[in-house]
């Protein structure tokens, strides 16, 4: 039993633009003749919360496009996405025609966006804050905040924090070599005390009193980590310190997310076999070591060459905050104008949205739940009036757990900037808008926007009913 | 005879070095692009599968490939489906002198420095000017800090050349004038009215000096000479203008009126920001050309009742009525290749780009603006072959740049090179 589609299925359905997804809830799937391809409100439960996203192109963020399809939500998850669905009467609805579906962003780390919260996230989260509404309007609906993870849940802190404890946070720096040595010595200790831990495991079955290996001084961050109950994570961006950390994680079998990076092009191969993990800045500028012979400094090509070698890229803004200084373009505020520097670079368009979605929330532990738009994940949706990546993209609704949350024309910030038209003449964003893009790649869809200016349909209302 | 042949053999041997298509003195050169952007006089235009005939450092023509003929000879150099856009142009650029602090010269001298020269610290080909030339940037304002209300003069730049002679467009490219917002700081702090002051007492003083240099030379007399005040003869004679870090409603409005309208010198608002939009329809009005960054937002802010929106200063300068609106970067305050992301941003936040003015306010307005439109600024015929190849819409940050050349010279390719931006 097929309980979830998967994301072939998902990048065929969107190639053959015919076959709705839906959750198949073994046992009820009693049809009211809407057809095999009908999504059906399973009669049992009444109270359900349905939203149904409609008539939008909707970018999954895992390669496939959907033009003009519906995405539908039950109780804050993705019920079904496709063509034809049966939406229950009741359901709210978001009239989408000539827009985009994204994936809400996933910022890999920010500050501030959950107002002045800090310690127990769970506590202190102000989810009427500006900065929250203006996280909202960036498009990210997830965050990572020190080694937790939240939703950007606005007016409500209920069930936001949705993971904790994530990383295991180390330094490697060549101007400690004690300090190196003495995590190299710690990742030896733990390993041998899992070693010993095992076997006693192993044994103690028959040797009831065996007694258990002492775990006296083994460090429990490094232990966590070669358990795998928290992901290491390292903050460098010197070539030496890069390749310590890969030999560290490839001795030691982890995988660890390493902020930084710039010099990491130069080495990529090594850090894609040793399963680095890479957080990178495009913009962001070191100087090349010039008593050093290997290459060195940054370089705008880095994300795509990290890319190309197998290593996993998550693209975080110069600032991680909400810079109210005016000089626009790097903080968190422009999250979705950071990965074009490495589309400059080289980097594939869809790896460049994996950059701010899937990959982010893999690092944070998360992408079960977020980071694409797949059923059974959470109805976490930005609706964009043109490609995320576009300097003149603003999102006009943003939608967590299946609510709409952040609405571009009933908010302060931004309505005065090309605010939306009027219900009645529907929109055909201007395909000129987006540059052509020389050499196709990943095949993901780039092209025309469907003109939906014909018919006699009139658009409904932009509100959520 | 021998000798002749001996010349043709030492000619011979020199082809190493001998010009290539498009530089001086070489052969031409034909470039075939999918675009080309920035076209025309005025910059407007967009000419689909182009090709532009290149000879001697200039254009000597831009047109469909349908309809220009390449001479025999010509090097043809096909980019396929790249863009072709001419060279940007940043008005208010800070680091032709390196990297390192030991460029651009900020010396609080007086409060008032009109013979101080940024042209002294140029380091032609630093790291930063390469970048720069990855990043389009091909022509810049170099010019002093604004620690005092007079900085000095800045000269206009090409920034991809090897040596300082060939890379002055102008010089003095600019009368450095900072209003406020930086020269509260000189010595032990100065107020607004008394700057003000101090700056039309040595405008005043300037003006008359450059009046007499003008006077006598129209007479046929020998012209008084001054280095405190050289840099006025040619402001008076509309040789050159004053590039004025101004910014905020009471700034701008000292720099329109006292420089503009009393003084009747020709100023433009560079570095404009921080709420000074309120003024764009009178300094469109006198001719004041807005050249604005490093800052691209304003705030909601008590200074201006912005209800709440956060306020594009391109888009405010626009709606109020500007029609001659730049960017600049203020380098290093905004790396010098981050030039296009300004233009970006601008449009961003409600700029209108209808008419391509996000690139012509990179390129022809301030090239205009500074007074150098008759050799760069646009693709079109007669002026410098200032050409960029890129990826697609040039202002696009996602779009790279291929190729640079500056008058005909390809001073950059990212493909024989490394990409550098």
């Not at chain 1, 000089?327 to 520097?341: A, K, Q, S, T």
Request: aromatic fraction near 6%.
């Amino acid at each position: 039993m097929i309980r979830l589609q998967s994301l072939t299925r998902l990048a065929l359905a969107a190639a053959f633009a015919a076959l709705p997804l839906r959750a198949q809830e073994g046992g009820q799937e009693g049809s009211t003749g809407g057809g095999e391809e009908a999504a059906q409100a399973p009669t049992d439960d009444s109270d359900a919360r349905w939203f149904a996203i409609q008539g939008g192109d909707i970018y999954t963020g895992t390669g496939a496009v959907l033009r003009g399809a519906t995405l539908l939500a039950k109780n804050g998850r993705i019920h079904a996405i496709g063509y034809d669905l049966d939406v229950p009467p009741e359901a709210k609805t978001l009239d989408a025609r000539g827009y985009r579906l994204y994936p809400g962003l996933v910022a890999i780390s920010s500050q501030g966006l959950l107002g002045n919260a800090s310690g127990d996230f769970r506590d202190t989260i102000d989810p009427f804050h500006f900065r929250m509404v203006l996280g909202l309007a960036t498009g990210i609906t997830t965050t990572g905040v020190g080694s937790s993870v939240v939703k950007l849940k606005r007016f409500s802190v209920k069930d936001a924090v949705i993971n904790e404890r994530v990383f295991s946070t180390f330094a490697w720096s060549n101007n400690n070599p004690r300090g190196k040595s003495e995590l190299r010595d710690k990742f030896a200790a733990a390993a041998r005390y899992q070693r010993e831990y095992r076997e006693w495991q192993r044994k103690v079955k028959e040797q009831k009193d065996l007694p258990e290996p002492s775990k006296r001084g083994i460090d429990n961050n490094v232990l966590a980590v070669l358990n795998g109950d928290t992901t290491a994570k390292f903050s460098t961006n010197d070539r030496d310190e890069l390749l310590g950390v890969a030999r560290l994680a490839q001795e030691y079998g982890f995988r660890p997310v390493v902020e930084g990076c710039q010099e990491g092009w130069t080495i990529a191969d090594e850090l894609g076999r040793a399963g680095v993990r890479a957080v990178v800045t495009p913009r962001a500028r070191r100087t090349k070591d010039e008593r050093q012979v290997f290459d060195g400094g940054s370089s705008i090509e880095n994300a795509a060459i990290l890319h190309r070698a197998g290593v996993p890229v998550a693209i975080t803004p110069a600032t991680e905050g909400v810079d109210l200084g005016g000089l626009v373009g790097r903080d968190i505020m422009h999250l979705p104008l950071e990965p074009g520097f490495a589309v400059r670079g080289g980097l594939p368009e869809r790896a460049a949205l994996e950059s701010i979605t899937l990959q982010p929330a893999r690092y944070l532990g998360v992408s079960h739940r977020v980071g694409s738009l797949e059923v059974g994940k959470d109805c976490d949706v930005i609706v964009t009036d043109g490609d995320v990546l576009h300097y003149k993209t603003f999102v006009q609704w943003a939608v967590v757990d299946g609510k709409v949350v952040y609405d571009k024309e009933k908010e302060l910030f931004f309505a005065h900037i090309r605010p939306r038209p009027e219900a009645e003449a529907p929109r055909k964003i201007d395909a000129g808008e987006t540059p052509p893009k020389p050499e196709a790649e990943d095949g993901e869809g780039e092209g025309e926007k469907k003109d939906d200016a014909g018919g006699d349909e009139r658009r409904g209302d932009d509100e959520p009913k | 005879m021998l000798l002749a042949l001996a010349i043709t053999a030492l000619q011979a041997d020199t082809s190493a070095v001998a010009p290539r298509a498009g530089e001086v003195g070489g052969p031409g050169l034909a470039v075939l692009a999918a675009k080309a952007v920035g076209c025309g006089p005025g910059g407007h235009d967009v000419v689909d599968r182009p090709v532009v005939l290149v000879r001697d450092g200039k254009i000597e023509s831009l047109g469909p490939a349908r309809e220009v003929a390449i001479p025999a000879g010509y090097e043809v150099v096909d980019h396929g489906r790249r863009w072709l856009a001419p060279g940007f142009v940043d008005l208010h650029c800070h680091i032709a002198g390196g990297p390192g602090g030991l460029g651009d010269i900020n010396d609080a001298v007086f409060l008032t420095n009109p013979e101080l020269r940024a042209k002294a610290t140029v380091v032609p080909r630093n790291p930063l000017l390469q970048r720069a030339v990855a990043g389009g940037v091909t022509s810049v304002l170099y010019i002093p800090g604004s620690a005092t209300n007079m900085g000095g003069q800045g000269v206009l730049l090409k920034t991809g050349l090897a040596k300082y002679e060939e890379m002055v467009i102008r010089d003095p490219g600019s009368l450095k004038l900072a209003q406020a917002g930086n020269p509260e700081r000189w010595t032990v702090g100065v107020g607004r009215s008394f700057m003000n002051w101090n700056t039309r007492n040595t405008f005043q003083r300037g003006v008359r000096h450059g009046r007499a240099v003008a006077e006598a030379e129209q007479r046929g007399e020998p012209a008084p000479s001054s280095h405190q005040w050289e840099v006025f003869p040619p402001l008076v004679k509309k040789e050159t203008q004053i590039s004025t870090h101004t910014q905020r409603y009471q700034v701008v409005l000292a720099t329109l009126t006292m420089v503009r309208q009393e003084l009747g010198l020709d100023v433009y608002i560079d570095h404009g920001e921080w709420y000074g939009s309120k003024l764009a329809a009178f300094a469109n009005e006198l001719g004041v050309d807005a050249i604005l960054g490093p800052r691209a937002v304003d705030l909601p802010s008590p200074i201006l009742d912005t209800d709440g929106k956060i306020l594009g200063i391109a888009a405010e300068y626009q709606r109020n009525g500007h029609t001659r609106i730049g960017f600049n970067t203020d380098s290093p305050v905004l790396p010098q290749e981050e030039l296009s992301v300004q233009a970006a941003v601008g449009v961003r936040y409600g700029f209108d780009d209808a008419r391509l003015d996000s690139i012509r306010g990179l390129t022809i307005v301030p090239a205009t603006t500074a007074g150098i439109a008759h050799r760069v600024g646009s693709l079109a015929p007669g002026k410098d072959a200032d050409l960029l190849v890129t990826t697609g819409d040039p202002v696009d940050p996602r779009s790279a740049v291929e190729a640079v050349w500056i008058e005909g010279q390809r001073v950059y390719d990212a493909e024989a090179d490394r990409r550098l931006w």
